[in-house]
């Protein structure tokens, strides 16, 4: 799969959130090797627990804000406008850089 098919997460703020719960698991800053390997135990099971929920069909979705939906639209829109050869890459590029710039 090449990284313009890829439609998961644009940031890595799930992964800064689970080290912050991790950190907050561990009762020091350096364990010793057991009761690490048990806190990343129950981390896998309490993840595979909310990955077989998830997969249920009346699974309630993540909440999103209109706008993040709104642009993640917009990008497929014009994703798919490249792929037809109704803009350019140029075109499509600035619209990306357009996308994701922070004011």
Known sequence: MEPFDHEGPRTNNSLEGFNNKLRTCVEVKHPNIFSAVD???SEENLAEI???KSLLPDAPRPIRRKY???KDDLLKMRK???IL???SLDVY???LV???YFK
Request: proline share 0%; no cysteine.
């Open 39 to 41: 806190i990343l135990k």
């Open 50 to 52: 909310n990955y077989l």
């Open 68 to 70: 993040v939906t709104f």
């Open 80 to 82: 798919n406008m490249l």
């Open 85 to 87: 050869g109704e803009i």
């Open 93 to 95: 590029i600035k619209y």
């Open 98 to 100: 357009e996308s994701v």
